[in-house]
């Protein structure tokens, strides 16, 4: 007996030392976990993750997504699939941001990156709470996980992983999300779960996975070796990516998530998370690829239209055979095919040529980032304005270059010639004809194309002018291709549309030659492997600057929403209206987003000086007057303006002189100064004035404004006075420069009067409300703002000589263009025209559509011709004199 009460003593003595031993090392608290990483880990291990992690990009778009976040919400960062890494790098990171830092990862075990003392700690916690319950303690179930989110830390957890879901489907083991949506349904605070992506590889994924791929993971779900080979070889291409966060307060809320059961409430919260990381993905990657076979062979297959190409052969007396190889034949006309390698060496090789050509390539990373945004909901549609050849490389160039998949570009046919042909289709490019007239199975099939583009979630980039400016200034939307696109919303291959409308400006265009030659009347060369090899000597010269701006997305879907209108019940006539004014909302957010550049505020105060020649400071003055109008509308111009106007201003006139557009009246003079008499080079008007009307849109209202004051032949007026005059010249050139359906006349001209009133140009009258007087000073800078709309009124003067003397089947309108190019000439020889600028085939196409509009076809409309003369002479005498 003594023997056993020694023994149990013993027994007894042990546990009250072990548990004083075991108290010692745990101290206050039991609560040890693998899934605890700890702020202070081993020495060696921090230094390499910290060097691991400072390789990665983290931009500071995705830290104002965290900042944005009220501090008392509970944050628990999301990931797709269960990697350490990832983890590591958003703790490391975070936390040297101050930002909150997941420290609690759920189903994690840091086993090996534990220092030992707390690898000791976790094993005497363990075994204590089984020598007690005979199970091992779990963070979920006691409570340890929700304490410690409470008490502000940040957690961490995967979405998809085969043995998890193993454990929670077969072992009905605790689902972190379910945990979270019950915290959430007991507390006040909002727990804040922000998806999470590290990208290794940008690139877009194969519908057949490689050798590579089977070896070494995929390019969403990269292996080990491959992840740290990226990591140590081309950290720079990896993306850190974080979404918008989602407050699981506001999700568990929703109508068809509040009606569900908690278990039901985890599966769609799972969903909806995996959709948004896989969206996130799919923005920076694009879709997964499909070789050209793959989508022809969708298109022909698909029902719909396996019916009408037999209902085409039917009604064209043709076999079925001789359809299908006409179609397919279309498809092969018209498909691009994406290739990466293309791809990447297009953006090795752009590089070097944009570094040569251009000073610099000006672009909003905050715009990008919020374009970004938007296509993880639905695919954009990119509508930039068309200056240059170079808009095809530019866009998708900074698009790939900030991490975006290249859009499919809608080209003309025209640039379809070997060799640059295939390499466009590799690049992306699909090809288009001018007209789709006579060929209804072409358009078919062109459509089919469109719609499995957006079905699959490519992005798109059209033209909406159809072709290139040569004016400077953009041109009336085509609603052909808009409308494809809405067609293809509406018969559902997708579920929304983010037309995202895209400025693109520059110092000087490349093709100002060429295009002052078909300004006056030179026919456009064609594309030929000729042209491309002469185009080897633009890259001795330098072109400035580049200018691209990203408007805010237009969501169609809400735009449609807020006309309140349906498409599918709408007649064709009213749907074409609808597409228009759609057009036109683009072109006006293109035009309101555009960047001011000195090249053509200087150009603008040169030509609208009344004379061939001029004084510097003559050009000073109208320049200073014309940057305040921009400075009154928040435009944005150019930083050299910003930063040096002066030193811009003067680098411009520099730039024009050593071009030969202007030239130094005594060429003895040395010094530049602002009595310097320069002379304009008549040849070169029409270049200046391509610059001047890259502008022009900044100053068109206050245009209309001043000529209708300056019509009311008194100084002193009402504002109501003027509706009349502004209206007629808006409808006028309606076809030149584009209203704003979202703003009435009185409205434009009110914040003209306001800026005439703040100039000093115009004072209120103290005894009436709505009565204004011209000042002394005020007179002479009306001109100077109406002087924008003088070669377009001689223009239309041209026109209006030429229904005077010609009936209307007299010419077909390409010949009616040219016979009034040839009178414009012989008038501007006799001086009865004064501007050479004037004499644009353009502005002539633009005025005959209006005037034969308006009741104006030949000499039997004498009376409305006389009509229109009469007002047009009237203007020209006001702003000249």
């Given amino acids: 007996m003594k023997l056993f009460q020694k023994l149990k003593d013993l027994i007894i003595n042990f546990r009250l030392k072990f548990r004083r031993m075991i108290k010692c090392m745990l101290g206050n608290t039991y609560d040890y976990f693998l899934c605890f990483y700890p702020s202070h880990s081993g020495y060696f291990i921090q230094k390499l993750i910290k060097r691991l992690i400072n390789k990665l990009n983290f931009d500071d778009h995705n830290i104002e997504k965290i900042k944005n976040i009220h501090k008392d919400s509970i944050v628990v960062y999301a990931s797709k699939n269960k990697r350490i890494l990832d983890f590591l790098y958003y703790h490391t990171k975070l936390k040297g941001l101050d930002l909150p830092y997941p420290q609690i990862g759920f189903d994690f075990r840091f086993f090996f990156l534990l220092p030992v003392k707390r690898l000791l700690q976790i094993f005497l916690c363990h075994m204590d709470y089984f020598f007690h319950h005979f199970n091992f303690k779990d963070p979920y179930t006691t409570g340890y996980a929700t304490k410690e989110l409470l008490n502000g830390r940040s957690g961490f957890v995967c979405l998809i992983e085969e043995e998890d879901f193993y454990k929670r489907f077969i072992k009905s083991t605790p689902d972190p999300l379910f945990l979270l949506i019950q915290l959430q349904k007991s507390i006040d605070k909002s727990v ?14 194969r519908k057949e996975p490689t050798l590579a791929d089977i070896l070494f993971g995929t390019h969403e779900k990269p292996g080990f070796i491959k992840r740290f080979f990226i990591i140590l070889r081309q950290p720079e291409k990896i993306r850190v990516e974080l979404a918008n966060p989602v407050n699981l307060k506001d999700f568990i809320n929703r109508p068809e998530i509040e009606q569900l059961d908690s278990e039901f409430q985890t ?24 070789s ?122 025209n640039l379809s010639f070997w060799p640059l042909g295939p390499l466009f289709r590799r690049g992306g490019a699909f090809f288009l004809r001018r007209t789709f007239q006579g060929a209804p199975l072409y358009t078919k099939i062109f459509a089919a194309y469109l719609e499995k583009l957006l079905y699959e979630g490519f992005n798109i980039k059209i033209f909406i002018e159809g072709g290139r400016s040569r004016t400077g200034k953009l041109l009336a939307p085509k609603p052909g291709g808009l409308a494809m696109l809405i067609n293809a919303y509406n018969n559902g291959a997708c579920d929304n549309l983010y037309f995202v409308p895209v400025f693109i400006g520059y110092d000087h265009v490349l093709e100002e030659d060429s295009y002052l030659k078909e300004i006056e009347g030179g026919k456009k060369q064609p594309e030929t492997l000729k042209g491309l090899i002469n185009a080897r000597k633009f890259l001795k010269k330098k072109y400035g600057k580049v200018y691209m701006k990203f408007n805010e997305p237009i969501s169609l879907k809400d735009y449609i929403q807020d006309k309140n209108i349906d498409l599918s019940k709408i007649s064709k006539q009213e749907y074409i209206g609808f597409v228009k004014t759609f057009g036109y909302k683009l072109i006006n957010a293109i035009n309101t987003n555009a960047v001011a550049t000195p090249h053509g505020i200087v150009a603008s105060a040169v030509l609208n000086c009344s004379k061939n020649s001029f004084v510097k400071k003559q050009m000073i003055a109208r320049v200073t007057t014309y940057m305040n109008i921009l400075t009154f509308l928040n435009t944005e111009v150019s930083d050299a303006l910003l930063v040096d106007p002066d030193n811009a201003l003067n680098a411009v006139i520099n730039d024009f002189i050593s071009r030969d557009f202007i030239e130094l009246a005594d060429e003895d003079d040395k010094d530049i100064t602002e009595n310097t008499v320069f002379i304009v080079k008549d040849n070169k008007r029409a270049i200046l004035d391509y610059y001047k009307n890259s502008v022009i849109s900044f100053f068109v209202y206050f245009s209309y404004t001043a000529v209708a004051i300056l019509e009311t032949d008194r100084f002193q007026f009402s504002s109501s006075d003027l509706v009349i005059r502004y209206k007629f010249l808006e409808k006028m050139f309606t076809d030149e420069f584009f209203f704003d359906e979202e703003t009435t006349y009185e409205q434009d001209i009110s914040t003209c009067i306001k800026w005439f009133v703040n100039e000093g140009i115009l004072v209120p009258d103290s005894s009436e409300s709505d009565m204004f007087r011209i000042t002394s000073q005020g007179l002479r800078k009306l001109k100077w703002v109406a002087a924008f709309l003088q070669p377009f009124f001689e223009s239309y003067k041209t026109t209006l000589l030429y229904f005077e003397k010609y009936k209307e ?44 509009k308006n009741g104006v076809t030949g000499p039997q409309d004498h009376i409305q011709i006389e009509y229109y003369k009469n007002i047009l002479d009237r203007l020209i005498l006001l702003i000249a004199s």
């Fill in 192 to 205: 804040m779960i922000i998806p999470e992506n590290i990208i290794y590889v940008t690139k877009p994924m």
């Fill in 267 to 290: 599966h769609r919260l799972r969903s909806h998370l995996v959709e948004i990381l896989n969206r996130q993905r799919k923005s920076i990657t694009g879709p997964v690829l499909k």
């Fill in 292 to 413: 050209r076979q793959e989508i022809t062979e969708d298109i022909l297959t698909r029902k719909s239209l396996r019916e009408y190409l037999a209902q085409y052969a039917v009604e064209n007396n043709l076999t079925l055979r001789k359809t299908h190889k006409k179609a397919a034949g279309y498809i092969k006309e018209i498909a691009a095919n994406y290739n990466l390698q293309v791809i990447n060496f297009a953006s090795w090789l752009l590089t070097w040529v944009f570094k040569n050509i251009f000073e610099d390539l000006v672009v909003n990373q905050t715009e990008i980032n919020r374009m970004r945004e938007k296509s993880t909901e639905a695919p954009l549609i990119l509508v930039p304005c068309h200056k240059s050849h170079l808009d095809y490389l530019l866009l998708p160039y900074v698009m790939f270059k900030n991490n975006m998949p290249c859009p499919h570009i809608a080209a003309g046919k």
């Fill in 809 to 852: 089947e007299k010419h077909d309108a390409k010949e009616r263009v040219k016979k009034i190019h040839s009178m414009g000439t012989k008038l501007y020889k006799t001086k009865i025209i004064t501007f050479k600028e004037s004499l644009s085939q353009i502005n002539y196409k633009n005025a005959a559509n209006y005037f034969t």
